[in-house]
């Protein structure tokens, strides 16, 4: 169908304009200027993602109705005594409910939103459209993660903004290990997002991650080991930056 290949252009259109402005954003030194293309392209994502879902049950109507059509065609031609009235109803579109901790709400939560969702979107919008779903501990523990990622990349010899990555994974580990969910730091997707905040040459030494996420579980060789390094002074900042501070 024409309608499914047009919005398959405009989710690659977007896709490219993701990949483009994060190499754009690598090269701004101004925190100000940064903050100003998070909040553009976080509006660029909130009208992609209202047009795709527009778009989505436009093609899923369009779909209803050709059904609808060939349906009463086929009924029509098989009456020999009589008509076939084919009646439409028509269905309110399901909302999603919202989820705020309650456990005993999660089981509806959880079956309501991949039914409408997850069946209709790809991981990175729904992930989008989840935040949007969830209010109380649930939005904290989203935001937590959300602050990481929106973190600006580092650039070489950025001590200080070094050090306000090591305390932004602190305190996010400590805020996810207050909600029982420490794990959520300590997984490959999120500690590989922490890495590619980075400077280059940091990513180049062995063993970079273990300066930033000192403190919890790390990974080393595919086993989990506890790290010993003190990060609570900026002052360890060129022991953190060495060798010596594998172990």
């Given amino acids: 169908m024409k309608y499914k290949k047009s919005l398959q252009k405009v989710e690659k259109v977007y896709d490219d304009l993701v990949q483009k402005h994060k190499k754009f954003t690598e090269l701004i030194e101004e925190d100000k200027e940064f903050e100003v293309e998070k909040h553009w392209l976080e509006e ?117 903004r070094f050090c306000e990555l090591v305390h932004l994974v602190r305190r996010s580990y400590n805020t996810l290990k207050e909600l029982g969910r420490p794990h959520d730091m300590d997984n490959n997707h999120i500690l590989a997002i922490i890495e590619q905040k980075m400077c280059n ?28 390094i003190l990060m609570d002074s900026g002052a360890q900042i060129s022991l953190i930056r060495t060798d010596v501070a594998h172990d």
Wanted: hydrophobic fraction near 30%.
């Fill in 44 to 160: 660029c994502q909130q009208q992609f993602l209202s047009l795709e879902s527009r778009a989505k049950e436009y093609v899923q109507k369009t779909l209803n109705e050709k059904s609808l059509s060939e349906k009463a065609d086929k009924e029509q031609a098989e009456v020999t005594d009589g008509t076939s009235e084919i009646c439409a109803f028509k269905i309110e579109k399901p909302k999603l409910s919202r989820l705020n901790g309650d456990v005993r709400d999660y089981a509806i939560f959880k079956s309501d939103f991949k039914h409408i969702i997850g069946t209709k979107y790809n991981n990175r919008d729904a992930i989008t459209l989840l935040r949007t779903a969830l209010s109380g501990k649930p939005l904290e523990m989203m935001k937590v993660t959300q602050d990481i990622m929106k973190f600006k990349p580092l650039r070489n010899e950025e001590d200080s």
């Fill in 201 to 228: 040459d940091d990513r180049k030494t062995k063993d970079a991650l273990l300066p930033i996420v000192s403190g919890f579980v790390v990974r080393r060789n595919g086993e989990r080991e506890e790290s010993n």
